[in-house]
């Protein structure tokens, strides 16, 4: 079955970078587009960017663009999330999610992961 | 990105009928599709688009799309739907947004 495990979460001070990983199985990695989705404690789901499936495509959200950068490795079915010049705003929960499309106009993200949690904190 | 707007929190009786909107301009153009979370726990997506839901989700969870709005319906609500419910959608350039959640309690 669909299996996405994030890594590379914990404890980082103000300032400094973070490299988080989602590790694929279960389903063709280099045919999908993939996401990162956060939530911060106690608050709701925001997107925070997404990656085509070759690469060639890649989206953020406002309040990433220009510090977080996502990447694929598809020889290794691997997501990555690299995060530089980390606030304690950007502490939160980080899920890899599978996106999925149905029609031209029907996206939705079919899996998700367990989540790793990033604390930035001094 | 366009933003999406839902209702903070709402409650159902014990087998009732309870209905969750999602509103935003994105949904003119594009299917909503709908997460539930339970705390401590992953989202787990249970429908999307005009009428499907994921296999393994109850077929109580059904929805609708109107215009600018989308709705999750739960018919006949049991205990374990007790949970909060995000609606999130694409917008023309690929950015994706996520509606603020619905606080789901079953009395």
């Known amino acids: 079955q669909v299996q996405l495990v994030e890594s590379g979460g914990g404890v980082i001070r103000p300032g400094e970078s973070l490299r988080l990983s989602c590790a694929a199985s279960g389903f063709a990695f280099s045919t999908s587009a993939m996401h990162w989705v956060r939530q911060a404690p106690g608050k709701g789901l925001e997107w925070v960017a997404g990656i085509w499936h070759d690469g060639s495509n890649i989206v953020y959200g406002d309040s990433v663009r220009g510090r977080f950068t996502i990447s694929r490795d598809n020889s290794k079915n691997t997501l990555l999330l690299q995060m530089n010049t980390l606030r304690a705003e950007d502490t939160a929960v980080y899920y890899c999610a599978r996106e999925s499309v149905h029609f031209f106009n029907s996206y939705f993200f079919a899996s998700w992961g367990q989540g790793a949690l990033v604390t930035v904190s001094s | 990105s366009s933003e999406l707007i839902q209702d903070p929190a709402v409650s159902v009786a014990l087998g009732q009928t309870v209905t969750i909107r999602c509103q935003g301009d994105?949904?003119?153009?594009?299917?909503a599709s709908w997460y539930q979370q339970k705390p401590g726990q992953a989202p787990v997506l249970v429908f999307y688009?005009?009428?499907n839901r994921p296999s393994g989700i109850p077929d109580r969870f059904s929805g609708s799309s109107s215009g600018n709005t989308a709705s999750l319906i739960i018919t006949g609500a049991q205990a374990e739907d007790e949970a909060d419910y995000y609606c999130?959608?694409?917008?023309?350039?690929?950015?994706?947004?996520f509606g603020p959640g619905t606080a789901v309690t079953v009395l």
């Open positions: 999130n959608s694409r917008d023309t350039s690929g950015y994706y947004v």
């Open positions: 994105n949904l003119r153009r594009y299917y």
């Open positions: 688009d005009k009428e």
